[in-house]
């Protein structure tokens, strides 16, 4: 992976995190019952999780075959984003 690349990964990394700290600081602001506890519900959720891992699974195999940020991209734009897979 070169230098761009690593870059553009953590720039995605960072990004995620403030709109993480973001959703948290509204969720709590609008006092939102439980919200913490639907959130590690929904990770928990078993419908989810065997294809999400198997998406991370693959992913890491291909970085193995060839690390390029291009698969990374796109796996991240496979993602749900409702909260169920689509």
């Not at 403030?18 to 519900?41: C, D, G, M």
């Not at 998406?55 to 890491?60: A, E, M, N, S, V």
């Amino acid at each position: 992976m070169d230098k761009q690349a690593l870059l553009s990964a953590l720039r995605a990394v960072e990004k995620l995190h403030f709109q993480n700290v973001a959703l948290e600081t509204l969720l709590e602001s609008y006092k939102i019952p439980n919200w913490k506890a639907r959130s590690h519900k929904l990770a928990a959720d078993k419908a989810i999780q065997p294809e999400l891992r198997a998406g991370f699974q693959t992913l890491y195999a291909e970085l193995e075959r060839e690390p390029d940020l291009s698969v990374v991209q796109a796996f991240l734009r496979s993602l749900p984003t409702t909260g169920k897979p689509s």
